[in-house]
């Protein structure tokens, strides 16, 4: 089952003709979340034929334009679309505000239950979860409030192994005993250890996404070991002043993060419109930490399932 | 001067990965008037490379989402762009609300100043004029509160016969007087009649914008004798009753009004995303009114100035 990154806009305030502001989505396990959802956000999921009913759960940083505005139209295309599921938003406070005021000036009424979850606090605090994942936010500093996220997944069973289960003709009827972990007793009383039917699943796969925030150590906390961490890259290095007066990043305080939470591998965005090419940006953050790549809209990073050393099978 | 008509979005409430919703760009001898602003507006604008700090009036319909939700972000970037210069915006009440709840939660002032002028009443309105134009707003019969506009032209001042005005050897101070309507009087006393020295100014041009509404019989007094007349036109006119309903026209209500009021082009716009090809709603037009072109993104009408025949010149 996949655990997939597409992202649909990368700009920071100001979009240009080729970049959108903030906005992508996470395929868990079949749970779409949307992060973040600025104006046009709707026409690019259009535009990489993605099914709008198919996401589950929308996480909003905060409540500047360039993270939010496309959220009202993408609400009423769903209505539009006659969508009956509900809907989950996790944001902070204010959006149910703004969603009853463009309801109550249009007339409309959705044709769906929408669920606001509003974020608090600073430190990182689980806000959802389910069977397979766990969804964190945790405060950012910037000049309004603003939080990142971290998508978990949770320990899969432990996968049985056909070949072992064929060779001790062990019955159907045990197998979801094995798979929790126990051993099983033959018809002569020799029991065979559960580590030889089943192999362990994979090592669980995280995402982190650090929304607009000033540089501050307790971030590689948050990221720590993240499969990917997606961070804003306002600035270069060079503008290492005005990213801190307007409570943004560079591209090296990005790697500076990725470096210190051990992740494997480092996507910036929310670029600033001065930068016709990025190639500047990704430069400045390899010089701390190698493995960057630069956010692109319609790209897809797939995190692959990987396995502890445990399974020899 | 130019009197001419970009169309950025076409689209009706579903935008598709080809058409965005409503907006379009009016220059009426160098004012610029936006007339809805649908989401991703502001990309419209710059992947047409239009200067978004040129436009000074900004025309909102009404406050179905796909012909506002672009707005909040057009004017955050006006003001990340340092704009000083004050915008002025006629819209149905309620808009105000909708941008102060939006600065106060992103804690944000605009650099400039904004005056919104509420559209109210049924019947044909003088909006707004200047020295060269004037503006109409009319009541339409939408689900909601909406209006369509109608920009005016003035009648210009007579134009100066250059070589009339050398073959008297008129001097320089008399020419204001003269385009004013003034005869000269010769030294000798004789007398030269103001239609010998100057042109008739050409006919005064006009635009129409009928945006959404169900057909009813006054619209062609709105839109009497226009150059142009843009009419929605969401449905094909085997959905009467679905447009009846939904208080939307037909390609050919949009082309009775454009009969009805001798205008001289019909564009059709705000098309259902259910039509791919949108040929069979011209043909559905045509077969009533014969000047019918489908609007399309980034194409642009010039509005040519015409004279009466009194100009023999």
Redo the contacts between chains.
């Keep these: 089952m996949p655990f997939e990154l597409t992202i649909l806009g990368c700009s920071s305030?100001?979009?240009?003709?080729k970049r959108?502001?903030s906005a992508q989505l996470v395929n868990l396990l079949g749970r779409f979340f949307l992060i973040d959802c600025g104006?046009?956000t709707?026409?690019q999921l259009?535009?990489h034929h993605f099914k709008i009913q198919k996401i589950n759960y929308i996480c909003i940083s905060h409540?500047?334009?360039?993270h939010y505005?496309?959220l009202?139209?993408l609400l009423?295309?769903m209505s539009?679309?006659n969508r009956t599921k509900e809907l989950i938003i996790f944001s902070p406070k204010?959006l149910l505000?703004?969603l009853n005021?463009?309801l109550k000036?249009?007339?409309s009424k959705l044709s769906y239950p929408v669920k606001i979850i509003p974020l608090e606090g600073n430190g990182m605090k689980k806000i959802f979860e389910d069977d397979v994942l766990e969804l964190h936010s945790f405060g950012l500093k910037h000049?309004?409030p603003c939080w990142g996220f971290k998508l978990i997944e949770k320990k899969a069973p432990r996968k049985i192994l056909r070949n072992r289960i064929d060779k001790y003709s062990i019955p159907l009827r045990y197998i979801k005993s094995i798979k929790l972990g126990h051993d099983y007793v033959m018809d002569n009383e020799d029991i065979i250890a559960n580590d030889q039917l089943t192999s362990d699943s994979h090592v669980p796969r995280s995402y982190v996404y650090c929304s607009d925030t000033k540089y501050f150590n307790k971030l590689s906390d948050y990221a720590c070991n993240a499969d990917i961490l997606y961070h804003e890259s306002t600035f270069h290095s060079n503008l290492t002043n005005k990213a801190k007066s307007t409570f943004h990043s560079t591209s090296k305080q990005a790697a500076q993060v990725a470096l210190d939470a051990n992740v494997k591998k480092l996507i910036i965005g929310h670029f600033s419109s001065r930068y016709k090419n990025l190639n500047v940006l990704q430069e400045d953050a390899r010089s701390i930490f190698n493995n960057v790549e630069l956010a692109k809209e319609g790209k897809v990073w797939k995190i692959k399932k990987e396995y502890s050393h445990e399974n020899n099978y």
């Design positions: 305030a100001l979009p240009t003709s959108n502001p104006e046009g709707q026409v259009r535009k409540l500047h334009g360039d505005l496309g009202i139209g009423s295309t539009l679309l204010g505000k703004i005021l463009h000036l249009s007339y000049r309004i």
